[in-house]
């Protein structure tokens, strides 16, 4: 029996791979306004007509490195799926705040264009806007399942703590990039469940 082959990436979805990793460092690093193409260009080791050969400006630019980043922290986890056990997949999303302790990068890459899109000018304004929109769905979706299947019935409003969990997720990655020897995201996250009576150990 053969084993499967991967796919190769072309020469093209490398040097795409290679303006995205630049673009995530440098954005991450000075947001997005104070980077230019010109910038993530030379970072990537490129001219600046070949960059936009790639992508046809910034803003589209922004949108490849923000689908780059869920797809690289997980967070596309199916979570309305009801073939998934509750508490696993919230197990999942509080495992992935462990794993995101090792890539301040991206951590603050989000903490950077979240804020800035908070301006309905921004290019990301409306990709913001959906994702938490899609996070509060999933995440209520998740939490009325567990509340219900306690023991006795947990009596918390899905919608409103899957408000205050998406809060409390975005406070802690400000505060452990202020101060990361200090703040433990995973701890504190669990510990914030297990004040609503949910056990996901």
Not at 28 to 33: K, L, M, N, P, T
Not at 131 to 149: C, D, T
Request: glycine fraction near 6%; proline fraction near 6%; avoid cysteine.
């Amino acid at each position: 029996m053969t084993e499967p082959t991967t796919r190769r990436m072309t020469k093209g979805e490398r040097t795409q791979a290679r303006i995205l990793d630049s673009a995530m460092e440098l954005f991450s690093r000075s947001g997005f306004h104070a980077v230019s193409l010109r910038d993530i260009a030379a970072h990537a080791g490129l001219t600046h007509a070949g960059l936009l050969h790639h992508f046809p400006g910034k803003d589209a630019l922004l949108i490849e490195v923000l689908k780059r980043r869920e797809v690289l922290t997980a967070e596309l986890v199916a979570a309305t799926d009801p073939g998934l056990d509750p508490v696993e997949i919230i197990r999942r999303h509080v495992d992935q705040l462990a794993a995101s302790m090792r890539t301040p990068g991206l951590v603050g890459l989000f903490v950077k264009l979240s804020a800035e899109a908070t301006d309905p000018g921004h290019p990301a304004h409306a990709y913001f806007v959906e994702r938490y929109r899609r996070l509060r769905k999933g995440a209520a979706w998740v939490l009325a399942e567990l509340f219900a299947q306690a023991t006795p019935p947990l009596p918390h409003d899905p919608d409103v703590v899957a408000g205050q969990l998406l809060a409390v997720v975005d406070g802690l990655q400000t505060q452990w990039l202020l101060d990361p020897d200090r703040v433990d995201m995973r701890a504190s996250v669990a510990a914030f469940l297990t004040e609503l009576g949910l056990d996901i150990s």
